[in-house]
């Protein structure tokens, strides 16, 4: 090595965008697996993360996300694009595809998100994307079915309260640890009333 240091500066695993192109206002997931840094952050007002984790983002134009890991060593990045595109292209983008839910619930009560899960996978429901200005995450806990239905042993359920009148989305994503891009992802649009 000509940098002796080298091993020992942070190690950005992977840094990616799932997907990695969205519609107008959609929600890209940025997600990381950084080693040995003291400090991990991401620009564009995301700020400090923890070493590993997944965040979900809605670019409001094609953007390039960087992160940043830092120890004693020294620091190193890397960047991610999510590129926004126009409705009118021959691909339709993963966020078509993927189930959309509508939901309605009134200023000031609890709304509950219930979604067939087996953790015994080691797949696991992850919360990307809320807005907390309209909702607030009361808490996630898992109920097992006392009978497995269509292969699910039991269900994740995440428990929101309205914040206030208006539009909003949530993106709830499956995944697995070892394969933190190829996940299935649910998009729900509530529409909290007075």
Do not use: C
Not at 17 to 44: F, Y
Not at 170 to 177: C, D, G, Q, V
């Amino acid at each position: 090595l000509s940098n002796p240091q080298a091993a020992d500066m942070p190690m950005i695993n992977h840094f990616e965008s799932t997907p990695n192109s969205v519609l107008p206002g959609g929600i890209a997931t940025l997600v990381w697996d950084v080693a040995g840094a003291s400090s991990v952050s991401i620009d564009h007002g995301i700020g400090p993360v923890e070493a590993q984790g997944r965040k979900g983002v809605i670019p409001s134009g094609t953007t390039k996300y960087t992160l940043t890991a830092v120890n004693t060593f020294g620091e190193v990045g890397a960047s991610t694009n999510v590129v926004v595109t126009e409705p009118a292209t021959s691909q339709p983008p993963a966020e078509l595809v993927s189930p959309h839910f509508g939901l309605q619930a009134p200023m000031g009560k609890e709304l509950t998100i219930n979604l067939d899960t087996s953790p015994e996978t080691g797949f696991q429901w992850e919360l990307d994307y809320y807005d907390p200005d309209f909702v607030a995450l009361v808490g996630s806990e898992y109920e097992p079915y006392a009978v497995p239905q269509m292969g699910s042993t039991g269900s994740r359920q995440f428990t929101f309260k309205a914040l206030k009148v208006g539009d909003t989305k949530i993106k709830l994503s499956y995944t697995h640890p070892g394969e933190p891009l190829n996940s299935s992802s649910r998009y729900y649009h509530l529409h909290i009333v007075p």
